[in-house]
């Protein structure tokens, strides 16, 4: 069982529509959990972070966390065409550093 | 700040040759990850120092890999020799302290092994 899995999609979704992106993990211990966007051919950049149980809202982001069903999830609003990029879930699971999922690649329709 | 600084941004190189990645941190930041990028198996992190002293090098695939961290402001990864199979995106990241998370990436250098 991989740490951090993700769908990897592509998820796809109309311009305006919410866009949902879902991370299980499998550590009971982790304690810090992390959203980074990657374009193509770039590098991944941090949107959220969320420590503790329930939802954190930033913008048109929120990232929700389930420590008892080891579930994180980020919810995009409004979604746009500048969205489109692959979203990657991370874990802080005790290594002290971060183990990544393989990544969800979400695709917003105008 | 620039950033974490990340050379050379492309390498090409043939099988067996020796390939060495460099990577300068963002000034202040005391941890540095190595990660490699494939399609096949995502973001996998490669060694872990914090104050230049190596923690985590578990994902070091084989002993033909090496990575120093002479000082605050360098770090290298060294591949010897190399192989097709290394052909990856390599990624250096920095961040203050060991737990926050807040992973600032480089460019990445693109290894192209022939």
């Known amino acids: 069982q991989k740490e951090v899995e993700q769908n990897s999609g592509p998820l796809s979704v109309p311009e305006g529509a919410i866009a949902s992106l879902n991370c299980t993990y499998s550590?009971?211990?982790?304690?810090?959990f992390f959203w980074y966007r990657q374009y193509s051919g770039k590098s991944p950049e941090l949107i959220m972070s969320?420590?503790?149980?329930g939802d954190k809202e930033d913008g048109r982001f929120t990232a929700q966390l389930n420590k008892a069903s080891q579930y994180v999830s980020l919810l995009i609003r409004d979604s746009q065409p500048s969205d489109s990029a692959t979203y990657l879930c991370a874990v802080n699971t005790g290594r002290r550093a971060l183990t990544f999922g393989s990544g969800t690649r979400l695709q917003v329709q105008p | 700040d620039a950033g974490v600084i990340q050379s050379p941004r492309h390498e090409v190189t043939e099988m067996g040759q020796e390939v060495t990645l460099r990577c300068k941190p963002i000034s202040g930041h005391n941890s540095l990850f190595w990660y490699r990028q494939t399609m096949m198996r995502g973001l996998e992190l490669l060694i872990y120092?914090?104050?230049?002293?190596?923690?985590?090098d578990s994902g070091m695939p084989e002993d033909r890999f090496s990575a120093k961290m002479p000082n605050a402001s360098f770090s290298t990864l060294k591949i010897q020799p190399s192989e097709p199979r290394d052909s990856a995106v390599y990624f250096c990241a920095s961040m203050v302290g060991q737990g926050s998370g807040q992973l600032f990436f480089g460019s990445g250098t693109q290894l192209s092994v022939l």
């Open positions: 550590d009971r211990g982790s304690q810090s």
């Open positions: 969320i420590y503790s149980n």
């Open positions: 120092f914090n104050n230049n002293v190596p923690i985590d």
